[in-house]
């Protein structure tokens, strides 16, 4: 088995540049091992958590699901009629079927990263794999959930997504709690290879609990004509939930996008990187945050956007608002220019709901809450993502659930 | 039987007087223009009936179809029959068009066909309504979807703050019309500033503000002449008659 063991072992107390520092220890690591079952068999309650990270037990409009619960994999499979076209399996089984698959483990993402990355090389507990062979160009999303059932525990996924040549396709991930479990570590590593003329639209939903703290590691690269889409949403509380996914625009004409609307709550600690490293003649690049904080939330949007080409242009967008006396949030857009010619350009506000803004809904008829709510909605857009209608309409739905009792 | 009733108002903001002793009724059924020059108080008295609450309301009180409002929160105002078109409106990002059309239209059957038949009277397309709010917007897009947002809630009373201020002849044909056959049988007040917007909606009566108070009232056609050829000093002359009286 490929692991960069002894390089992980020596940054087993390694802090990672952002966030709280968590003591790995404090976490439990003896999960139940659970049998795999038919999907639509899971408990209601937990078929209902996944159901709000765009997850379906019922698979209606998926055409392949991986379903990993603590440390076990419960189900995977892909429809037949893309037998073929698409693999999809936990990590583990791809790295036994595929010796290959070590020339992309632990290549975008340094194991010794962090003390994270160290953990999850050293104690890693599966993740899927997927793998969308050349020229399927695949309408319908798959679909991957990776789901807390203990309390306390400490889960490390690795998961590689390998898009072939002129492939095309959307998946959905859904990272969420069982509502039984308060605290908890998740450890997701994930690297993305897009291969020529391939595109890729990602959309990852976290709910998580408000003690429960997570640190995704992910990595991602674009080759010639290809197109990365990541669009991310975390609208629970969550103790601290930091991540920083770097985007290689390597190819000539690689695109990456990343979109996320976050919404902190309680007191929650969420510091959301993103950044885009342009090598390629013709890549673009594009980050737009949108990060509303309540209550006493710590908010840090950090964006960061490399021109090493000369022919290579992006942007940067974070828009923050606060809802709250005691909430905080800190925008943090970084340009670096390394070549002539290479265009960066950024834009961050933060401000609170506009007094105005509110009066004329007022005058429409709106009640002064509903004027307030109306607007932190209209912020978190999903318009955003650019996602297919079915899917924009199924992530609005997600987003308008999960927030129709705090808003 | 009145629409509006207004009885010696004072209102401030920041502290500031900004209307004084304002008496303005508006009798159902019929529509009325304010003149006025800049900053003479036009706009805040529209704010202060709408019950913005920057416009402290010192004396007086504003009726509303035989209900005292002075003191309602602006949602319930609109409820009871109050629209506005206004002059500058913000643009809200995130917010569409159609969510407050929809709102409007709630209640409606056939609410879908409704909304495109508004759109089409105002000359837009449906795409205006998935747009976000007064984003973007040109000057007449701003206006008419202003009086869009009227024609979907159908008030019994209706604000007009300046149709015609930034908008060109083309887009000023299509608001005047629109809005001159939406007030028959309603009642409104008009703000207009050069009086464009009265070459195509009819109105029964005109008062003019000056510095927070209502200096005369009078035919429309007369009093906007007046002011065409003479400016507003005319108005404050008739202001300062009245003080010396």
């Known amino acids: 088995m490929p692991n960069d063991g002894e390089k992980a072992l020596k940054a087993i107390n390694k802090p990672a540049n952002f966030g709280p520092d968590l003591e790995i220890k404090a976490f439990i690591r003896n999960a139940k091992a659970l049998y795999p079952c038919p999907i639509s068999s899971l408990p209601e309650e937990i078929a209902n958590q996944s159901l709000k990270v765009g997850v379906r037990t019922d698979e209606k409009s998926r055409i392949g699901t991986y379903f990993q619960i603590d440390h076990s994999v419960i189900f995977q499979g892909i429809q037949r009629a893309f037998e073929g076209k698409i693999e999809l399996m936990s990590t583990t089984d791809a790295i036994k079927k595929y010796d290959w698959l070590k020339d992309y483990w632990w290549k975008l993402i340094p194991a010794d990263m962090d003390k994270y990355t160290a953990l999850a090389s050293l104690n890693w507990d599966h993740g899927y794999f997927i793998r969308v062979l050349e020229g399927q160009k695949i309408s319908f999303p798959l679909q991957a959930c990776l789901f807390i059932s203990t309390d306390g525990l400490d889960q490390n996924v690795h998961n590689m997504v390998l898009i072939e040549p002129n492939a095309e396709v959307q998946i959905i991930t859904g990272c969420t709690v069982h509502p039984n479990v308060q605290k908890g570590l998740h450890v997701g590593i994930t690297e993305f290879f897009l291969k020529k003329g391939s595109k890729l639209t990602f959309t990852m939903i976290h709910n998580w609990a408000q003690n429960f703290d997570a640190r995704p590691r992910t990595a991602v690269l674009i080759e010639d004509d290809a197109t990365f889409v990541s669009n991310y949403i975390c609208m629970k509380p969550v103790r601290s939930l930091q991540t920083y996914p770097v985007a290689y625009c390597k190819g000539s004409n690689s695109k990456a996008r990343f979109n996320s609307i976050i919404l902190g709550e309680g007191d929650s600690y969420i510091d959301l990187g993103a950044k885009i490293v342009l090598q390629g003649s013709g890549s673009k690049g594009e980050i737009i945050t949108h990060a509303i904080a309540s209550d006493n939330a710590k908010i840090y949007s950090r964006g960061l956007l490399v021109g090493e080409h000369s022919d290579s242009k992006a942007h940067l967008e974070c828009r923050g608002l606060l809802v709250s006396d005691k909430a905080f949030i800190h925008a943090i857009p970084e340009l670096i220019g390394k070549v002539s010619g290479t265009e960066l350009s950024h834009e961050a506000a933060i401000g609170k709901i506009a007094e105005e803004q509110i009066r004329y809904l007022m005058a429409r008829g709106f009640s002064e809450t509903e004027a307030r709510s109306l607007i932190v909605r209209g912020f978190m857009d999903v318009n955003i993502f650019g996602l297919p209608e079915a899917l924009r309409d199924e992530i609005k739905r997600i987003i308008d659930e999960t927030t129709k009792g705090i808003l | ?245």
């Open chain 2, 1 to 245: 039987m009145y629409s509006l009733k207004i009885k010696d108002l004072c209102v401030k903001v920041n502290g500031k007087k900004i209307l004084d002793g304002i008496n303005l009724t508006i009798p159902k059924g019929e529509v009325h223009v304010l003149f006025g020059p800049n900053a003479s108080g036009k706009t805040s008295l529209l704010m202060t009936i709408l019950g913005f609450p920057n416009y402290k309301v010192v004396s007086g009180e504003i009726w509303f179809n035989g209900t005292n409002i002075t003191n309602m929160p602006t949602d319930e105002r609109v409820r009871l029959g109050i629209g506005v078109a206004f002059q500058n409106p913000p643009a809200i990002r995130g917010v569409k068009l159609a969510d407050i059309i929809h709102n409007f239209l709630k209640s409606e059957s056939n609410a879908k066909k409704k909304e495109i038949e508004l759109c089409k009277t105002l000359n837009f397309t449906e795409e205006i309504l998935l747009r976000d709010l007064n984003l973007c917007f040109s000057g007449g897009e701003i206006k008419r979807s202003e009086v869009l947002q009227i024609l979907a809630q159908k008030p019994s009373f209706v604000m007009l703050d300046e149709p015609d201020s930034g908008v060109d002849v083309e887009n000023l044909g299509i608001i005047g019309k629109v809005i001159n056959d939406f007030l028959k049988g309603r009642s409104g007040l008009l703000i207009t500033h050069l009086g464009y917007i009265l070459r195509y909606v009819d109105v029964d009566k005109a008062h003019v503000l000056i510095d927070g108070r209502i200096a005369c009232s009078g035919e429309p056609i007369k009093i906007l002449d007046q002011i065409l050829k003479e400016g507003y000093g005319w108005c404050e002359k008739c202001l300062t008659m009245e003080k010396k009286h």
